[in-house]
Structure formats: structure tokens, C-alpha cells
């Protein structure tokens, strides 16, 4: 069974980054995640970033600089600590995450297309029940 939800994810985010890939920025799925995260959290710091994803910092520094290189995240020194530098997108960052929101949307469409409300919501729990499981063996 878990191999399923591991084929479908896989499937999922194939699909998802194949509009990226094939667009002007070549975008992985962690570039995304990054994006996201920078999106949802405007003036982050990589300490943050690392915190909140659990990732080895030489990664994710790796990570940055290239999308910091390709124009899709700004850095300002932080005022206070000038160490510290916050991270924010840029205008074509926040189109590219722009971009996977509106594809992830339409995938979760067609991912539940010939489910009722009440499936969806069954579905929702029984991966919530599995998610609390393992979250418990560990």
C-alpha cells in the first residue's frame, strides 16, 4: 500500500515540475519547495529555512545561491545582525512559485476528479491516521 502512495507522489510531482521544467526556469522539486517556503515566509533566513525543513545546511546554501543566481530569490543583510541575511523572491520567483501553485491546483483536480465531498474527506483521514502512525514509530 505505501508503495501506491509512494508511486502516485512520485507521479504527482512529475507532473507538477514538467510545466517548469519545460518553461524558462528549470526548476527541481526542491527549488520549489525552497520558493515556497521564501514565499510563505518573506524575509527568512537559511537558519529558518534549515529549521523548518530539517535539510543539511551545504544543501540548502547550494540551493540558494543558484536561485539567488538566477534571479528568483533577493538577499538583504539583516539590520541587526548583518550575519544574517533575509531572504525574499523576486518578481519572477513569485511568478515560478505562481506557476506550481496554479499547477498543483489543477493536479489535485484531476488527482480527485471522480470523488464525492465524502470520499475526499475519508481519503484525507485515512492518510492523517497512516501520517500519525509512523510520526508514533518513530
Same mark, same amino acid.
Given at each position: 500500500m505505501l508503495? =501506491?502512495?509512494? &508511486?502516485?507522489?512520485? /507521479?504527482? *510531482?512529475?507532473m507538477q515540475y514538467q510545466a517548469l521544467r519545460d518553461g524558462p526556469h528549470d526548476i527541481t522539486?526542491?527549488?520549489g519547495k525552497v520558493l515556497g517556503f521564501f514565499g510563505r515566509h518573506? #524575509?527568512? &533566513?537559511q537558519s529558518d529555512l534549515a529549521k523548518h525543513s530539517g535539510r543539511d545546511k551545504a544543501q540548502l546554501a547550494r540551493l540558494?545561491? #543558484?536561485? *539567488?543566481d538566477r534571479g =528568483? =530569490?533577493?538577499?538583504?543583510a539583516d539590520e541587526s545582525d548583518k550575519r544574517n541575511v533575509r531572504l525574499t523572491l523576486t518578481s519572477d520567483g513569485q511568478s515560478v512559485l505562481t506557476v506550481l501553485r496554479q499547477q498543483a491546483k489543477r493536479l489535485n483536480t484531476l488527482a480527485l476528479q471522480e470523488m464525492d465531498s465524502h470520499e /475526499?474527506?475519508?481519503l484525507l483521514q485515512l492518510l492523517q491516521r497512516v501520517k500519525v502512525n509512523l510520526d508514533a514509530g518513530s
Open positions: 508503495d =501506491l502512495i509512494h &508511486t502516485v507522489m512520485h /507521479q504527482y *510531482r512529475s522539486h526542491m527549488e518573506p #524575509g527568512a &533566513t540558494i545561491k #543558484g536561485l *539567488r =528568483l =530569490l533577493d538577499a538583504v /475526499q474527506e475519508q
